[in-house]
């Protein structure tokens, strides 16, 4: 049973304040792995799939818009996030998953 766990949940920490208020720099948040995401759902994706040369590995957003081929755009809550207004839709491929709760 553990290692279903680990592959369907993942403890992610937040790095940045591009989600603030509603979460700071160094919030752990649990992910749900491979939920399809819904409109005002966060979200975590791999940032080199959207952001060119990033060396950042993940990035937390808000889903805005669910397209019909299953990329989303995301927002983030905080004015001054870099989101797909930058770097547009990202891939259903690049998703890992929905946060489902804090810790």
Request: aromatic letters at 4%; zero cysteines; a positive charge.
């Amino acid at each position: 049973m553990t290692g279903w766990l680990r592959r369907r949940w993942r403890l992610v920490v937040v790095s940045g304040q591009s989600m603030a208020p509603t979460l700071r720099d160094g919030d752990r948040v649990i992910v749900r792995v491979g939920r399809a995401p819904a409109v005002g759902d966060l979200v975590v994706f791999r940032a080199r799939d959207v952001v060119p040369a990033s060396d950042l590995t993940w990035m937390v957003k808000r889903v805005h818009r669910v397209e019909p081929d299953g990329a989303v755009t995301v927002r983030g809550d905080n004015t001054h996030s870099q989101d797909s207004r930058h770097f547009g839709a990202v891939p259903p491929e690049a998703v890992l998953g929905v946060v489902r709760g804090r810790r």
